[in-house]
């Protein structure tokens, strides 16, 4: 069974970086999968964040693509978030998914990680 | 890329049937037949329901089902159960190839 679990600070001051890590159990990242991050701020719903394929290509949302960073590390079966330049308004609970390669299909999330931006 | 729009409630009583609907554009909705619906309980990560229009994977009640016509998907549940209370999300591929979420459709089973 696959698992993924987020990890990071809970805590980002304004205008620094937030990283969070999702580390992937039950496969390897390196499969056809694209590994994508969602957020979703309190109360309200979801958004995609970006997502990476195990080739390496990335495709962020044009909404934050000049913040955002995605990256694998296939020998630690991990990938990565890196948003800069933070807001109050990228407080949220971020996930971490698991997207079927050709499918609308994301099958395994993560728990979840609440990261608030606040000084 | 503007959320799909997605009614903000919906309410039915155990047994009855509900359908949600998701409104994107010929770019998103309309173009591809690579639409998901995604149900979350409250502080829970989101769970696939449907996927690809109308394909449900296994575990899956077959009381959800899913159907597309033009720009709108729809999510129908049947039979509803007090454990289907929960926030429905659809989504969608796009022409830029990204995805782009719906606000959200509070299911409230009375």
């Known amino acids: 069974q696959v698992q993924l679990q987020e990890s990071g600070p809970g805590l980002v001051k304004p205008s620094g970086t937030l990283s969070l890590t999702c580390a992937v159990s039950g496969g390897p990242i390196s499969s056809t999968y694209w590994w994508s991050w969602v957020r979703q701020p309190p109360g309200t719903g979801l958004e995609w964040i970006g997502q990476i394929h195990h080739s390496g290509d990335t495709i962020y949302n044009p909404s934050l693509k000049s913040r955002v960073t995605i990256s694998a590390d296939k020998s630690k079966n991990l990938f990565s978030l890196n948003l800069n330049s933070v807001t109050a308004a990228d407080t949220a609970v971020y996930y971490c998914?698991?997207?079927?390669?050709?499918?609308?299909?994301?099958?395994?999330w993560g728990q979840g990680i609440l990261v608030t931006v606040s000084s | 890329q503007s959320a799909l729009t997605q009614p903000a409630s919906v309410s039915a009583s155990p047994g009855q049937s509900i359908t949600i609907s998701c409104t994107g554009t010929?770019?998103?909705?309309?173009?591809?037949?690579?639409v998901s619906w995604y149900q979350q309980h409250p502080g829970k990560a989101p769970k696939v329901m449907i996927y690809d229009v109308s394909n449900r994977p296994s575990g899956v009640s077959h009381r959800f089902s899913g159907s597309k016509s033009g720009n709108t998907a729809s999510l129908t549940i049947s039979g509803l159960q007090t454990e289907d209370e929960a926030e429905y999300y659809c989504t969608s591929y796009t022409t830029t190839k990204t995805w782009v979420f719906g606000g959200g459709t509070k299911l409230t089973v009375l």
């Open positions: 998914a698991r997207r079927v390669e050709g499918r609308s299909l994301f099958d395994f």
């Open positions: 010929s770019s998103d909705v309309g173009g591809y037949n690579f």
